[in-house]
């Protein structure tokens, strides 16, 4: 696996300081955390740019073990929720593409 850094700071939430911690991780980890918790491997989730792997990220509820509303997640981009909501369909549909060039069965996989 080869290592991607983000090459911007991610958006901070304002009313929770524990995305300081998510500022200093790589693309790495959050591939690792995405195989971990849900068994996505990293080799479809580098399809994704950085902004969309956050944005998934964010909606599986990775940071704080809750999902995270797609209002809130618009909030830190300076985007409606509706914009969100379309960056997480787009990049559901970019992942079961790439698993189907990858010969990979996603049935069981929450997605």
Sequence with gaps: MTLH??????????SKSANSV??????DWIESEFYVKIGLPAELLEVL?????YILYRCFGFIYEEKTTLESIGNE???SRQRIHVIKNRSIA???LRAQE?????????L
């Design 22 to 27: 998510l500022l200093n991780r790589s693309r």
């Design 94 to 96: 970019r992942l079961q």
């Design 102 to 110: 990858l010969g990979i069965d996603l049935e069981n996989l929450p």
């Design 49 to 53: 740019a950085d902004r969309d792997l």
């Design 77 to 79: 981009f300076g985007i």
């Design 5 to 14: 850094y983000f090459s911007t700071p991610l958006p901070m939430s304002k």
